[in-house]
């Protein structure tokens, strides 16, 4: 199994990290399409090769072809739209929002699976990118949608923890060379 190929890795000044991982994958309340899809968008978006050649074939095993293929369709778009977009919030000139965005991205009108789960795995997503307008545009979407509180805390802690793990792994790969 991967994911404890990807524990056995994590060293042990950073346990807390490793028992995170087991927790938010493992234990998990969110659907297996929803888990995954936010597992795999995540770990593109950690920009980790470790973590993401890792966990892309469980998650691949995991979700059908259409989601797998949507959740690297969000880890593609949100890398884009959080530039984007928190390049225009952080902006001390106001005017930029006014300005037509001109860039595709319609894949979110249509992303071949539930709006929710695409909603879902790009907040997580713009939760690693620190994009506070996407973080604000997707989590209204899925609370409109009734998604509730838990469900979209839920993905945040695996972007966060998916995250913290492909940061910790990486630094010591480069430390060991």
């Given at each position: 199994?991967?994911l404890d190929e990807l524990k056995?890795?994590?060293?042990?000044?950073?346990?807390?990290?490793?028992?995170?991982?087991?927790?938010?994958?493992?234990?998990?309340?969110l659907p297996q399409q929803q888990?995954?899809?936010?597992?795999?968008?995540?770990?593109?978006?950690?920009?980790?090769?470790?973590?993401?050649?890792?966990?892309?074939?469980?998650?691949?095993?995991?979700?059908?072809?259409?989601?797998?293929?949507?959740?690297?369709?969000?880890?593609?778009?949100?890398?884009?739209?959080?530039?984007?977009?928190?390049?225009?919030?952080?902006?001390?000139?106001?005017?930029?929002?006014?300005?037509r965005a001109g860039l595709r991205?319609?894949?979110?009108?249509?992303?071949?699976?539930?709006?929710?789960?695409?909603?879902?795995?790009?907040?997580?997503?713009?939760?690693?990118?620190?994009?506070?307008?996407?973080?604000?545009?997707?989590?209204?979407?899925?609370?409109?949608?009734?998604?509730?509180?838990?469900?979209?805390?839920?993905?945040?802690?695996?972007?966060?923890?998916?995250?913290?793990?492909?940061?910790?792994?990486?630094?010591?790969?480069?430390?060991?060379?």
């Amino acid at each position: 199994m991967a994911l404890d190929e990807l524990k056995a890795a994590i060293p042990d000044f950073a346990k807390d990290l490793k028992l995170n991982l087991g927790s938010v994958i493992g234990n998990s309340e969110l659907p297996q399409q929803q888990l995954w899809g936010t597992v795999l968008a995540c770990a593109i978006a950690s920009r980790s090769p470790k973590v993401l050649r890792e966990l892309e074939p469980e998650a691949k095993a995991n979700l059908k072809p259409e989601a797998y293929t949507a959740a690297k369709s969000a880890a593609a778009v949100m890398a884009m739209n959080n530039v984007f977009y928190r390049t225009r919030h952080l902006l001390s000139d106001p005017e930029y929002a006014n300005l037509r965005a001109g860039l595709r991205m319609n894949v979110i009108g249509n992303p071949g699976v539930e709006k929710v789960d695409f909603e879902l795995w790009s907040l997580a997503v713009s939760a690693i990118n620190g994009c506070g307008q996407c973080l604000d545009s997707h989590e209204q979407v899925l609370r409109k949608a009734g998604v509730d509180r838990e469900t979209i805390q839920e993905a945040v802690k695996i972007a966060a923890v998916i995250q913290a793990v492909g940061t910790t792994l990486d630094a010591e790969a480069t430390l060991a060379e």
